[in-house]
């Protein structure tokens, strides 16, 4: 089967856009079909304000990753030609991303040995892994699998990338080669070797950051790479800076990207293969939540799966055109919306410019200082840090911000697939720790206002009548914490309790295990005299409970729609 096949194959028909919403902008195969005269001008404005801004930092991307500058501008085109005609996305602006380039300079840097040819047949590889992945991801439905990257793990990934991109542009911006890749030992190494910086390097960059935090407060419409880069380019050729020991960027070739299998070593492509897990992972991440995002700023739905379809052809695609991996690109994206972008026409323009660019003038990024590269990257990786997001987790969710802070360590000692995976772990850790020791209550009358949880957990509800609610599905991993807890409270109640009502309006799921202990607890009540009754059972549960034999055992008569009717009934109820 062709790619094409395969894409086509993969697109999911029956995802369409909420008809709430209203009519989104077209997308994929319809965006000529239904385009408005009118979004033009909107579309051609976002396309060449969108390649502007992207060209410095395309090319940063692949100094970052250390490919050559033209691999950043062929990852930039290939995904803007094929990703507007699949995409139910109108705006989302696809190309090269800050994070999952330091993904990818960690997964092939220790492969390249210094190589730029070799280096980018292994992205291309990358790329190639990544994007067969999110079609078999769309293949299998598994567009919802992104829930497992929750908010403290992503805080910590980016607070660790962050972390591990400054200390990749140090030899950039100090002037002098370091041996050390690794973010302690390269950082150390800088430490120690500090008395060789070239101070001109160093602080022409430390100028042109001072330029990019400035026009961020003062002027934030501005694209502030852009100005960096040509004003740094003046410089440079009115001060002939290369002369002064300050390192350019020099020639490189331009043209189109041409169709190229990448060929490497197999046992590479092993060791490649978690990284591509990793990548294809945070692809479809940052791509879906861009996309809704801008979705809901603007009013219209896209489709989880048929994104994912999307994303892995444009990284296929890529993968066979000299590219690299990409995703949603929140910079350009946001420009995109900024500059009146309706559809992905503006996609389509900005592939325009970028070819243009590719063809006839990329000499004039040769007296670019590289130090430029490095600051851009630097001011970029500084505003991956959710500054705020991390001070409200810490604030509200102490575990939370425990887990952010260990995904960072893990990230900077281990690596970022590593990092990311140990995040994910305590995570699921932290959340099977919370089921199974989760929140109960023995419910209250209140006057007037039927029976709720006023926050008490020892006690009757009434003399003879105990209604306990538990406020989690019913599982392996807490029902022996479930059973503890009934006896303990039947333990400590006085008048001894005729009957149990479990409170089940919070139980949404019961599994096999938690089916066998209420079977035991069943038999076990019945025999010392105490009825155990249900109320708020909802449908899925009680055709479980009908299923597994524990309605019939309890009775039909013991399950109640509500509290109060269980009251009422035990009221009646002649022992």
């Not at 946001?334 to 325009?352: E, F, I, P, R, Y």
């Not at 209250?444 to 209604?467: C, I, K």
């Not at 303990?488 to 001894?496: G, Y």
């Amino acid at each position: 089967m062709t790619p094409t096949k395969l894409i086509v194959g993969l697109m999911n028909d029956e995802e369409k856009s909420d008809p709430t919403k209203g009519p989104a902008p077209p997308a994929g195969f319809c965006l000529f079909r239904g385009y408005r005269r009118q979004w033009l001008a909107g579309d051609v404005a976002a396309g060449v304000s969108g390649c502007l801004v992207m060209i410095p930092s395309v090319i940063a991307y692949a100094r970052l990753t250390g490919l050559p500058p033209e691999s950043g501008l062929f990852a930039a085109l290939i995904p803007l030609v094929v990703y507007p005609f699949i995409t139910t996305s109108p705006q989302v602006i696809v190309g090269p991303d800050i994070a999952i380039c330091l993904l990818m300079a960690n997964a092939i840097g220790p492969l390249a040995g210094n190589d730029p040819e070799y280096a980018a047949a292994l992205a291309a590889i990358l790329s190639l892994a990544s994007g067969l992945l999110l079609l078999l991801g769309s293949r299998l439905k598994l567009g919802r699998a992104a829930v497992f990257l929750s908010k403290p793990v992503l805080v910590g990934y980016m607070t660790g990338a962050a972390l591990i991109l400054v200390a990749s542009q140090l030899r950039s911006l100090l002037g002098f080669s370091l041996t050390h890749n690794e973010f302690f030992p390269r950082l150390l190494e800088a430490i120690h070797r500090r008395h060789e910086t070239h101070l001109p390097t160093l602080f022409f960059g430390l100028g042109l950051l001072a330029l990019l935090v400035g026009l961020r407060r003062l002027a934030p419409k501005i694209p502030g790479a852009i100005i960096a880069c040509v004003l740094a380019t003046a410089i440079s050729v009115a001060f002939h800076l290369e002369q002064k020991g300050i390192a350019v960027v020099g020639p490189f070739s331009g043209g189109l990207p041409r169709l190229a299998i990448p060929v490497v070593r197999w046992t590479e492509v092993n060791s490649l293969l978690p990284a591509a897990i990793g990548i294809a992972f945070l692809t479809y991440t940052e791509g879906i939540l861009l996309a809704r995002a801008f979705a809901a700023k603007n009013g219209y739905d896209v489709a989880p799966n048929q994104e994912l379809t999307a994303l892995g052809a444009a990284n296929l695609c890529n993968g066979l055109f000299q590219g690299f991996p990409v995703t949603g690109s929140q910079s350009r994206t946001t420009v995109n919306d900024q500059a009146g972008g309706k559809t992905q026409m503006a996609s389509l323009v900005m592939a325009g410019c970028v070819a243009l660019f590719l063809l006839f003038l990329t000499p004039l990024l040769a007296p670019l200082p590289a130090v430029t590269l490095a600051a851009i990257l630097i001011y970029g990786g500084w505003n991956l840090v959710e500054f705020q997001a991390m001070k409200r987790i810490y604030r509200h969710y102490p575990a939370a911000a425990g887990i952010a802070a260990l995904t960072t360590l893990g990230v900077l000692a281990a690596g970022v697939v590593a990092g990311i995976l140990l995040g994910v772990i305590l995570s699921l850790l932290t959340l099977i720790a919370r089921i199974s020791h989760p929140p109960d209550a023995v419910l209250r009358e209140v006057a007037g206002n039927g029976f709720h949880d006023v926050g008490e957990t020892a006690g009757q509800t009434l003399p003879g009548l105990l209604a306990y609610r538990f406020y989690a599905p019913l599982l392996f991993s807490n029902c022996d914490y479930f059973s503890e807890r009934v006896h303990h409270l039947l333990a400590a109640s006085s008048p001894p309790v005729r009957w149990l009502l479990l409170d089940a309006q919070a139980i949404t799921d019961i599994d096999v295990t938690a089916v066998e202990m209420l079977h035991a607890l069943h038999r076990e009540l019945h025999d010392r005299g105490v009825a155990m009754k249900i109320a708020h059972a909802n449908r899925p549960l009680r055709a479980l409970l009908e299923s597994t034999g524990l309605e019939g055992e309890i009775g039909e008569e013991s399950f109640f729609p509500s509290v109060h009717e269980c009251v009422e009934a035990f009221a009646k109820a002649k022992f």
